[in-house]
């Protein structure tokens, strides 16, 4: 499951770095659940040749993530955001208290390292 979840996101970013023979068949076999079979029946192609193909995108899509890290820096800023929201909601709760500053800080410096990597 994790891996699809990967050749996922990998595809929605780079996706379009793909030929479109390639990002067709990719989509068909990663987003669309077909096999190799199946994807080489429709392709006219063999089995071990729509595997290849296959193969190779998850290669290429690797490779641009290796140098652009845009899949990284999505993952980072997201679970930075959830801290944020957390910390808000916590902010939230303790402002009847008065005891805001330490949630502040935490803010200020999850907002600090969302700027900061983008």
Do not use: P, W
Not at 48 to 54: L, N, V
């Amino acid at each position: 499951m994790e891996r699809i979840v990967r050749q996922t996101m990998l595809f929605d970013f780079y996706g379009e770095l793909l030929t479109e023979h390639q990002r067709n068949a990719y989509e068909d076999v990663v987003m669309n659940d077909l096999s190799y079979a199946e994807l080489a029946r429709l392709q006219n192609i063999s089995r071990q040749a729509a595997y290849d193909m296959i193969r190779r995108c998850d290669k290429q899509l690797e490779e641009y993530e290796e140098k652009l890290h845009l899949v990284e820096r999505f993952l980072a800023i997201r679970e930075q955001m959830k801290e944020i929201e957390t910390t808000a909601k916590e902010m939230k709760e303790k402002t009847e208290d008065g005891s805001v500053q330490e949630c502040a800080d935490r803010i200020l410096h999850a907002a600090g390292s969302i700027l900061h990597e983008l």
